[in-house]
């Protein structure tokens, strides 16, 4: 089995930043791709930000210029830097992994979550 565990959530004023890591522990022997999704209330989840094994980055335009997402592969474990808030950014943040625990083990791994709340 694979665990995510999300920190570094929290209530921030806009135009404040935060850093959000989230660390996968378990039965692996190797992780694919990372990413970063959020979900406001009433809205569907959305992607923020996904980065690749190698390194490749992509982001939605919403966060683009903003946003960073980084990932230490050593640690298991993947960062979002959120600069430049907005009340907009106001979500539960969630960050995934595609995790190879074997030969022929694959699978989609979530964390918990994380409250993001950015003030106006």
């Known amino acids: 089995q694979v665990q995510l565990v999300e920190s570094g959530g929290g209530l921030v004023q806009a135009g404040g930043s935060l850093r959000l890591s989230c660390a996968a522990s378990g039965r692996i022997s190797s992780i694919n791709g990372m990413g970063w999704y959020r979900q406001a209330p009433g809205k569907q989840r959305e992607v923020v930000a996904t980065?690749?094994?190698?390194?490749?980055?992509n982001y939605s335009d919403s966060v683009k210029g903003r946003f960073t997402i980084s990932r230490d592969n050593a640690k298991n474990t993947v960062y979002l830097q959120m600069n430049s808030l907005k009340p907009e950014d106001t979500a539960v943040y969630y960050c995934?992994?595609?995790?190879?625990?074997?030969?022929?083990?694959?699978?989609?791994?979530w964390g918990q979550g994380t409250q993001v709340t950015v003030s106006s």
């Open positions: 980065i690749t094994s190698g390194g490749i980055t």
């Open positions: 995934n992994a595609a995790v190879y625990s074997g030969i022929l083990s694959f699978g989609i791994y």
